[in-house]
Antibody
Framework: EVQLVESGGGLVQPGGSLRLSCAAS????????MNWVRQAPGKGLEWDSY????????HYADSVKGRFTISRDNAKNSLYLQMNSLRAEDTAVYYC???????????????WGQGTMVTVSS | EIVMTQSPATLSVSPGERATLSCRAS??????LAWYHQKPGQAPRLLIY???TRATGIPARFSGSGSGTEFTLTISSLQSEDFAVYYC???????????FGQGTKLEIK
């Protein structure tokens, strides 16, 4: 079964750090681009970060640039998100999502994890 | 940043009837448009990509159309499991600056 399972969420104080993990199974992880997408409570979806299949190309949304770091370990079939300088507005469910390439364009998120909740509060 | 605007915010439809959801982009995204639905407490699920191609396992009652800046998702005969929040998403930008619409809540009338 193709699956993504996130972990690492929790309660953290403003200014603190947290590292999220996403374990992939059921597919050749090293062949796929991956992304993190967040959803604040009661709100819509917001793309945060992208990493190429090899890990050599990385992009971030402006809202997290300089604070968050996406990485991957293809030998461990795992995706990571290091979150530093956390703010109250970072409170959200964080999803890892597999991207497929359609007609040369990446960004169709065909597989999603169940999400992990991050709460930033004092 | 490309802004995606969905309408209406809430749509009330009876089971068995047709539902039509709209999505507008602030600039052309060609056909690089996807639709997802999300049920409470669950992750989003891909329905349509390339504006009109159904994802694996998605029933034929779901259809997408449009290109450029105007897109439509049609559900031909609503089933109970279709009541959810629907999001459109553009993936035309590179470097990626993927953006989602704010969502349309499809509720039972």
């Amino acid at each position: 079964e193709v699956q993504l399972v996130e972990s690492g969420g929790g309660l953290v104080q403003p200014g603190g750090s947290l590292r999220l993990s996403c374990a992939a199974s059921g597919f050749t992880f090293s062949s796929y681009e991956m992304n993190w997408v967040r959803q604040a409570p009661g709100k819509g979806l917001e793309w945060d970060s992208y990493i190429s299949s090899s890990g050599s190309i990385i992009h971030y949304a402006d809202s997290v640039k300089g604070r968050f770091t996406i990485s991957r370990d293809n030998a461990k079939n795992s995706l990571y998100l290091q979150m530093n300088s956390l703010r109250a507005e970072d409170t959200a469910v964080y999803y890892c999502a597999r991207a497929t390439v359609v007609n040369g364009y990446s960004g169709t998120f065909d597989i999603w994890g169940q999400g992990t909740m991050v709460t930033v509060s004092s | 940043e490309i802004v995606m605007t969905q309408s209406p915010a809430t749509l009330s439809v009876s089971p068995g009837e047709r539902a039509t959801l709209s999505c507008r982009a602030s600039q052309s995204v060609s056909s690089n448009l996807a639709w997802y639905h999300q049920k409470p407490g669950q992750a989003p699920r891909l329905l349509i990509y390339g504006a009109s191609t159904r994802a694996t396992g998605i029933p034929a009652r779901f259809s997408g159309s449009g290109s450029g800046t105007e897109f439509t998702l049609t559900i031909s005969s609503l089933q109970s499991e279709d009541f959810a929040v629907y999001y459109c998403q553009q993936y035309n930008d590179w470097p990626p600056r993927y953006t989602f619409g704010q969502g349309t809540k499809l509720e039972i009338k």
